[in-house]
């Protein structure tokens, strides 16, 4: 079986959300869509691991931004390869070239480098292991702007930047490019940047 094969399904990607007391953060998911129409309903997928898992988990509410195809690289490195655990997404002088907002749910979106936002509200959680599939009711939403929302494939071929060579053997994670050095690859090893598993790992050399 050739698991590279569900890359060429179109995925969209959008920075996730979430507000809980006076915390506010967001990361990077690439699983959003349209569950049903009326009333209007949401699907978002996000890996336990993240904070704003637990924040959504907790408060029942995010907003979603989806990303257009004029966002660089630092947009996904500021909000994907790291922690709000142990970092600040917002209030930081660097999150404000992303242009956060407050939607009317009390949670902040960002408007540059996105073409819509949409709010919702946690009707229904499904536990799929390592993700939680959040269904939610749309309270809010907008378009941004008219530009093209950026894909998983087009983030890959023109975005995300190329590792650098190693010095030793090792895999690197195709999600975001973190290099893990030796010969095998722990089959329970989960990337420290973007917490994606093993499977997304490919041999170098």
Same mark, same amino acid.
């Given at each position: 079986m050739n698991k590279n094969s569900v890359y060429k399904l179109s995925y969209g990607l959008f920075v996730l959300t979430a507000s809980e007391g006076d915390k506010d953060n967001g990361c990077i998911i690439n699983t959003c869509a349209q569950v049903t129409s009326d009333p209007m309903q /949401?699907?978002?997928?996000?890996?336990?691991?993240? /904070?704003?898992? @637990?924040? %959504?988990?907790?408060?029942?509410?995010?907003?979603?931004?989806?990303?257009?195809?004029?966002a660089?690289?630092?947009?996904?490195?500021?909000?994907?390869?790291?922690?709000g655990r142990d970092s600040m997404k917002f209030g930081t002088a660097d999150s404000y070239r992303f242009a956060p907002k407050y939607a009317d749910n009390g949670v902040l979106y960002v408007?540059?480098?996105?073409?819509?936002?949409?709010?919702?509200?946690?009707?229904?959680?499904? @536990?799929?292991?390592?993700?939680t599939m959040f269904i939610a009711e749309m309270t809010d939403g907008d378009i941004l702007s008219d530009k093209p929302s950026m894909t998983y494939e087009?983030?890959?071929?023109?975005?995300?930047?190329?590792?650098?060579?190693?010095?030793?053997?090792?895999?690197? *994670?195709?999600? *975001?490019?973190? %290099?893990?050095?030796? @010969?095998?690859?722990?089959?329970?090893?989960? *990337?420290?940047? *973007?917490?994606?598993?093993?499977?997304?790992? @490919?041999? /170098?050399?």
């Open positions: /949401l699907a978002i997928t996000v890996n336990k691991a993240n /904070l704003t898992h @637990d924040m %959504i988990k907790n408060t029942g509410v995010f907003n979603v931004s989806v990303i257009d195809n004029t660089p690289f630092e947009l996904f490195k500021h909000f994907g390869f790291r922690s408007s540059a480098y996105a073409n819509a936002f949409m709010s919702g509200k946690v009707v229904k959680e499904i @536990d799929l292991g390592t993700h087009y983030y890959h071929a023109n975005v995300k930047q190329k590792p650098a060579a190693p010095k030793k053997s090792g895999w690197v *994670c195709r999600i *975001c490019g973190y %290099i893990y050095e030796g @010969d095998v690859l722990p089959e329970d090893f989960v *990337c420290p940047i *973007c917490k994606h598993g093993a499977e997304d790992f @490919d041999k /170098l050399g």
